[in-house]
C-alpha cells in the first residue's frame, strides 16, 4: 500500500498546482456574435438622412428668373415645355401673336421662357420679336384677285393704321387690274405716316414703288420722291390716296 499512496498524493499536488493557475476569461477565447461586430463598425458611421439627399422641388418664390424681353408666338398652338425636349410636358399652347417673357437664355434649338413664374422651354423658331408683315386678314377688302405682295401691303397697313376705312384694289386699267396695285384712302394727315410706313418696310412687302400727293417714290432708279403733271383732279393726283404697286411675289417679309 505505500506505493499507492505515494500516487494518491502526488495526483493531489498536481490537482492544487492546476487550480491556482490564472484562468483567462471565457470571452477571451470565444468570438464575439456577429450582431456585436456590426455594431461596432457602425458605432462612429452618423446616421444617413434620406429626405435630406432628395432635391426640392422648386419653388415660385425661390427661384431666381431674369425677364430680359417679350416674344410673340408666330402660329398657333406654339407648346411651352417643362424640359428643353420635345418630349417633356406640354404646360400649355400659345396662339399666334400671344406673348411670352423670355430670359434670352437658348439651348439646342430651344429658348428659355417664363410661365407661371418658373423657367420653362419654347421651341426658337416658333417665336419672335414681332409677326412678320401682313400676317393677319383684314375684313375691310376682299383680297380675291390681290397678288401675294398685295395681300401683305393691304394686311400690313391694316394692322398698322386701323383707321383707314377704306381701300381700292382690283380694277379694269393697269396693275389694279393684274392685283398687283392698291389704294389707300386716307387725308393728309395719315398719309406721309403710311407712305414712310410702306418705305421702310419695302423689301418686306415686295413694293416696287409708291404715289402719293403729286410725287412717285421709287427706289429702283431713285431714293428720293420726284414730281409728276397735273392729272386733272386730286383722286387722279393721288392727293387723298397712296398708291401702292407691288411685284407680285418678291416680299422677304
Not at 52 to 80: F, M, N, S
Amino acid at each position: 500500500m505505500p506505493t499507492v499512496g505515494a500516487l494518491a498524493v502526488l495526483g493531489a499536488a498536481v490537482a492544487v498546482v492546476s487550480s491556482d493557475a490564472e484562468v483567462a476569461p471565457a470571452s477571451a477565447s470565444v468570438a464575439a456574435p456577429a450582431d456585436d461586430i456590426i455594431t461596432e463598425a457602425l458605432a462612429d458611421t452618423p446616421e444617413v438622412n434620406r429626405s435630406a439627399e432628395r432635391p426640392e422641388l422648386p419653388d415660385e418664390d425661390t427661384v431666381a428668373v431674369d425677364v430680359t424681353g417679350q416674344k410673340v408666338a408666330l402660329e398657333d398652338g406654339v407648346t411651352i415645355h417643362a424640359d428643353a425636349d420635345a418630349a417633356s410636358p406640354v404646360l400649355k399652347e400659345l396662339e399666334q401673336g400671344e406673348t411670352v417673357d423670355v430670359t434670352g437664355e437658348e439651348k439646342d434649338g430651344w429658348s428659355e421662357v417664363v410661365y407661371k413664374g418658373l423657367p420653362r422651354w419654347v421651341s426658337t423658331k416658333k417665336i419672335a420679336d414681332d409677326l412678320p408683315l401682313g400676317t393677319e386678314p383684314c375684313p375691310k377688302l376682299s383680297e380675291s384677285g390681290m397678288q401675294p405682295d398685295t395681300v401683305k401691303v393691304f394686311r400690313a397697313v391694316c394692322a398698322k393704321f386701323p383707321g383707314v376705312s377704306s381701300y381700292g384694289a382690283i380694277a379694269g386699267r393697269g396693275e389694279h387690274a393684274t392685283g398687283r396695285a392698291l389704294d389707300i384712302m386716307l387725308g393728309p394727315d395719315l398719309g406721309y405716316d403710311v407712305a414712310d410706313f410702306l418705305q421702310a418696310n419695302r423689301a418686306e412687302l415686295g413694293i416696287e414703288y409708291l404715289i402719293y400727293r403729286q410725287r412717285i417714290w421709287r427706289p429702283a432708279t431713285s431714293n428720293s420722291w420726284r414730281g409728276m403733271s397735273d392729272r386733272g383732279s386730286d383722286t387722279a393726283n393721288h392727293m387723298d390716296h397712296v398708291h401702292v404697286t407691288t411685284y407680285g411675289n418678291a416680299a422677304t417679309g
